[in-house]
Antibody, heavy 122, light 106 residues
């Protein structure tokens, strides 16, 4: 079955960087894009950006431009999201999610990874 | 950015009752609207896409309707496992989510 498995929880200090991984299985990795969505504690869902697993093209949410980088490693079917210059308001659960309709940025999200809690605290 | 608003914020119902959730877009999204269910400690799960299409494995008691700016998710008869938070999402432009509706047990 299609599955996305994310790396474990992280605790970081303000100003540091974090890199979260998302390993895909059960489908042809390069046929679908991956989006990243975050959820602050007790809050709603925020789309962070998208990467094409086919050619590495990216689109990032405007508020995160300059601080986020999304990459993929097709040899291991793994997507990565790096967030730099972390602030306390970056504390959230970070999800990767596969696009339902192939490799396009404006997409539905299915399935989702299990989530990775990133805590930013001094 | 297309803003999605959801109402009500909380819906208190009993098992077996019908649930009607609303999502309104700040501008037309055509039929490019989806619904997700999220339970505590879990990732969201896609229920409905393109306003009215059930995702794989989703029970028939879940249905979606609407187009343009006004959309509805209906759960015909609530099962115990349906008590959760429901989010709408649009893909007409850069993806955005609504703030959610919590369906809790009355």
């Amino acid at each position: 079955q299609v599955q996305l498995v994310q790396s474990g929880a992280e605790v970081k200090k303000p100003g540091a960087s974090v890199k979260v991984s998302c390993k895909a299985s059960g489908y042809t990795f390069t046929s679908y894009g991956i989006s990243w969505v975050r959820q602050a504690p007790g809050q709603g869902l925020e789309w962070m950006g998208w990467i094409s697993a086919y050619n590495g093209n990216t689109n990032y949410a405007q508020k995160l431009q300059g601080r986020v980088t999304m990459t993929t490693d097709t040899s291991t079917s793994t997507a990565y999201m790096e967030l730099r210059s972390l602030r306390s308001d970056d504390t959230a659960v970070y999800y990767c999610a596969r696009g339902l309709i192939g490799d396009i940025v404006f997409n539905w999200f299915d399935p989702w990874g299990q989530g990775t809690l990133v805590t930013v605290s001094s | 950015e297309i803003v999605l608003t959801q109402s009500p914020a909380t819906l208190s119902l009993s098992p077996g009752e019908r649930a009607t959730l609303s999502c309104r877009a700040s501008q037309s999204v055509s039929s490019y609207l989806a619904w997700y269910q999220q339970k505590p400690g879990q990732a969201p799960r896609l229920l409905i896409y393109d306003a009215s299409n059930r995702a794989t494995g989703i029970p028939a008691r879940f249905s979606g309707s609407g187009s343009g700016t006004d959309f509805t998710l209906t759960i015909s008869s609530l099962e115990p496992e349906d008590f959760a938070v429901y989010y709408c999402q649009q893909r007409s432009n850069w993806p955005t989510f609504g703030p959610g509706t919590k369906v809790d047990i009355k």
